[in-house]
């Protein structure tokens, strides 16, 4: 609603992946599931592919992996991806099998160890995985 | 990672230089060919094949075409089908898809340079993904393709090979194809018709194959192999300039953000049974208080924002009627920052923590400001440039509406503005500190709809009024107190009537203050009972008054035994407080409730029916965020945490925001005795009989 320069976008989401608890965010276009931004992930074909290194992301998840207190917690941009897709597609299909004029707005998703928040949109997709109090 | 786009742009285009140069190649070989054919010499060229070869090959790539062409992949010149037929390609296309292909591709697939060597059908699926500027730029190729002169779809496909792989392929095709098929041309048709069956019977075989899991191929396919791959740099810039991005990023964080919070706040899937160290435990901290449990009252958020809030100081607060969660702040000029906006609002979401809901911004600093109670959606605000300023939550931060620096309107500092009147006609009432008060509409903001002169009755000094507050009874809209900088204050009409004109009424005077009156507040009446005649002072003398006012109408014969005399009222409650008193407000709910703020950064919650000396509570907001003077050194800790405004939410009455001198925006919930919709009809009726049993001490110590 404010200024809307893509600095600002940049610096919402380097916010969102700083706050306390939050262990990597993974911004994804819709369409072609293309990763856009991500911060506290590795990416397996940063080798292979050099052009997907993104300098502001590496920022981001390098500030984000003093927050993330667990190693184990770190995965793979392009696994998280792919089963992020597939959740969704999943959670889409139960919704429109309810109600076809019906869509996604947002999944959360609680596991042991933390929680997952997938907010969809009509072109991207914001995934945010983060450490919820011990239960 | 530019360099590397740029290096394989080059690359392509050194190749197309290449392919043009073999054409030309091609054509003078053609036509030596063809003089030789003429002269009947037995030629050595290895053109003279060729054409024909290619023409076939022509065929065959055409009937490839044709076969395949209703799919998008027909936009792939290297689809398998001549992965299969020409395994010579297969080695070079694949070396090429990894290399060459992988910046046209919009979304190569991780597995894709191993998919490569097998027939995997999965560049087919993957192709209809091709970001819209990149297909054209394939698509331009395509169009080569098609519309290729006859010879070019030869050279076209082994080029794309060579381009990497074997370079000297040329050197290599033309000594042993052509004296193989100079000798052998008939032999070789025939072959090469064999192979042309044996291609189509293949590419059927194929086709079958790829066109039966297609129809539900393209989520199968996508879960398997859909291209999750990081984008390159000017995708990535292309992406995050979009304006569909930007708004993304915006809705979707603020999601998030709330979705964190909530999560803080309480733990949905806490199992009691386990531990019981998460048990609610009444904390009597810092920042709450104790005392009965009915009269806590507990801080539940504070809000700061770095890049905004910071060497700001609040000048206004308000809760929106619509939306309870929902705090504005308004904020004066951050001295450090002059490129930054002069005014602010910050509206808060008690559900989000750390970063506002909405920003808007003025050109000056802003003074007052509130949720219009009529309208969920805007937001008016007082400048210290005179203007009036409407904002609108769905619209950008500049407000959408305000009034004109000059002519007409405010020409001094907006400390004060209301809306009056009902959902269907209501007004802005604004007033600036040399008296002038403005009614405006809120369709049209450039010229005032009213507009009146506060001027000081004969024994003052100044003919203007300096106006710090106003405030309008909760029945009568025509009729406001206005608190004056010499601590008088002064019942005012709109409107001329009867025994009175517009203006303020001279015949009546509140008096008690010695110091600018910061804050005037009518009750709230909303009971069995009328207390709407009580109302709250609050000024800079350590004081907080409590009067009641004469009612307009009534003033007229009760004056007319003494015309020409200004009757003086006095408070009817005089509450001395320890500090400088800033903001002083009824509850909106609870009859004998109000809370006031003060210099020494304590928000003190008063019960008149349990006591007029003492407050009930008294807290004062934690140090968990760092307001503007975090850095300063801790003598002047008493100066940073006064406390400048105050606001009820005004729905339930359960929460108090306040906020002052560091920016820091403190929102308090007030326990049930304090706050909360249902209320007793003992406490009207103990309001009532405190003020009549007041009036009598007054009128006792006046000696009326």
Redesign the interface.
């Known amino acids: 609603m404010a200024q809307n320069t893509p600095d600002d976008t940049l610096a919402l989401l380097t916010r969102l992946s700083q706050k306390p608890g939050v262990q990597s965010t993974l911004v994804l276009a819709r369409d072609t599931g293309a990763i856009v931004r991500t911060s506290g992930l590795i990416s397996k074909s940063a080798s292979a592919n050099p052009n997907s290194t993104l300098p502001a992301s590496s920022e981001t998840s390098a500030d984000n992996y003093t927050n993330t207190r667990k190693e184990g917690g770190i995965h793979n941009a392009e696994d998280v991806a792919s089963m992020v897709w597939s959740f969704l597609t999943a959670a889409g299909d139960l919704v429109d099998g309810l109600d076809t004029e019906d869509e996604v707005k947002l999944l959360r998703l609680r596991t042991k160890k933390n929680e997952l928040v997938i907010v969809p949109d009509s072109k991207y997709i914001l995934v945010v995985i983060h450490d919820t109090p011990p239960a | 990672?530019d360099s590397?786009?740029q290096q394989r742009r080059d690359e392509i285009l050194a190749k197309k230089a290449k392919l043009a140069e073999l054409k030309r190649q091609r054509e003078l070989r053609k036509e030596a060919s063809a003089r030789q054919s003429l002269a009947g010499s037995p030629s050595p060229d290895i053109a003279q094949p060729s054409p024909s070869r290619s023409d076939q090959r022509r065929d065959l790539e055409s009937l490839i075409s044709g076969l395949v062409g209703d799919r998008p992949s027909s936009t792939r010149p290297d689809s398998p089908a001549q992965r299969v037929t020409r395994p010579h390609s297969v080695i070079s296309s694949g070396q090429l898809s990894s290399d060459n292909e992988?910046?046209i591709q919009?979304?190569?697939i991780?597995g894709v340079d191993q998919g490569m060597q097998t027939l995997s059908i999965a560049p087919l699926a993957t192709v209809f993904?091709f970001?819209a500027a990149l297909k054209q730029q394939k698509e331009q190729e395509v169009i080569t393709y098609s519309k290729g002169v006859q010879a070019n779809i030869d050279d076209w496909q082994p080029q794309r090979s060579r381009g990497v792989g074997d370079s000297d392929s040329e050197g290599d095709q033309s000594p042993t194809s052509s004296p193989r098929s100079k000798r052998l041309s008939r032999r070789q048709k025939e072959r090469e018709d064999e192979i042309r069956a044996n291609l189509r019977k293949e590419i059927e075989e194929e086709l079958k194959a790829v066109q039966q899991p297609a129809p539900e191929g393209g989520?199968v396919d996508?879960?398997e192999n859909?291209?999750?791959?990081?984008?390159?740099?000017e995708?990535?810039n292309a992406?995050?300039?979009s304006?569909?991005?930007?708004?993304?990023?915006?809705?979707?964080?603020k999601?998030?953000?709330r979705?964190?919070d909530q999560?803080?706040g309480y733990?949905i899937?806490?199992?009691y049974a386990?531990g019981g160290e998460?048990v609610d435990e009444e904390d009597e901290g810092y920042g709450s208080s104790g005392g009965k449990k009915g009269r806590r009252v507990k801080e539940i958020a504070q809000f700061w924002d770095e890049r905004w809030s910071k060497k700001r100081m609040i000048s206004d607060l308000g809760f929106s009627s619509k939306f309870p969660e929902l705090v504005l702040a308004s904020y004066t000029k951050n001295p450090s920052a002059p490129h930054d906006p002069d005014g602010l609002i910050q509206v808060w979401n008690l559900h989000m923590h750390?970063?506002p809901e909405?920003?808007?911004?003025a050109q000056s600093d802003i003074l007052t400001a509130k949720f219009s109670p009529f309208h969920p959606n805007l937001i008016i605000g007082g400048a210290y440039s005179g203007q009036v300023l409407l904002w609108d939550?769905r619209?950008?931060?500049a407000p959408v509406q305000k009034t004109p620096l000059t002519g007409s309107g405010h020409t001094h500092p907006v400390y004060s503005l209301d809306i009056v009147g009902t959902q269907n006609a209501n007004n802005i009432i604004s007033c600036s500190t040399d008296g002038v008060v403005c009614g405006w509409t809120v369709d049209m903001l450039s010229q005032p709809q009213e507009f009146l002169e506060l001027t000081s009755p004969p024994p003052a000094k100044t003919e203007d009024m300096a106006v710090t507050s106003i405030a309008f009874p909760q029945s009568d809209p025509t009729y406001f107190l206005a608190g004056t900088e010499e601590g008088s204050i002064y019942p005012c009409h709109r409107y001329d009537r009867a025994g009175a004109k517009a203006g303020v009424d001279s015949r009546v005077k509140y008096s008690g203050h010695a110091a600018p009156v910061m804050s005037l507040d009518f009750h709230p009446a909303k009971g069995q009972i009328d207390l709407g005649d009580l109302v709250l002072s609050a000024s800079v003398d350590w004081s907080v008054k409590l009067w009641k006012v004469r009612p307009p109408a009534a003033t007229g014969p009760a004056n007319a035994a003494a015309p020409g005399a200004t009757q003086v009222v006095s408070p009817i409650l005089d509450i001395a407080r320890e500090d400088l008193v800033y903001d002083v407000r009824w509850s909106p709910v609870k009859p004998s409730v109000f809370a006031l703020v003060d210099g020494a950064g304590s928000l003190e919650v008063w019960d008149i029916n349990v006591d007029v000396e003492v407050p009930v509570q008294k807290v004062s907001p934690s140090d968990n965020k760092r307001g503007a003077f975090a850095t300063m050194p801790s003598g002047l800790g008493y100066m940073n945490r006064s406390l400048n405004k105050l606001a009820w939410e005004r729905n339930e009455g359960k929460r108090v925001a306040v906020g002052g001198m560091d920016g820091v925006v403190t929102v308090f919930e007030v326990g049930q005795d304090l706050g909360g919709v249902e209320t007793r009809s003992e406490e009207w009726s103990g309001v009532k009989r405190l003020v009549s049993r007041l009036e009598g001490v007054g009128e006792g110590v006046n000696g009326k």
């Open positions: 990672m590397t786009i992988a910046p919009y979304v190569p991780t993904e970001d989520e996508g879960k859909f291209p999750f791959k990081t984008l390159s740099n995708e990535l992406v995050e300039n304006d569909e991005f930007i708004g993304f990023v915006e809705r979707s964080t999601v998030l953000e979705a964190l999560q803080l733990d899937l806490a199992d386990l998460n750390d970063r909405y920003i808007f911004h939550t619209a950008k931060s």
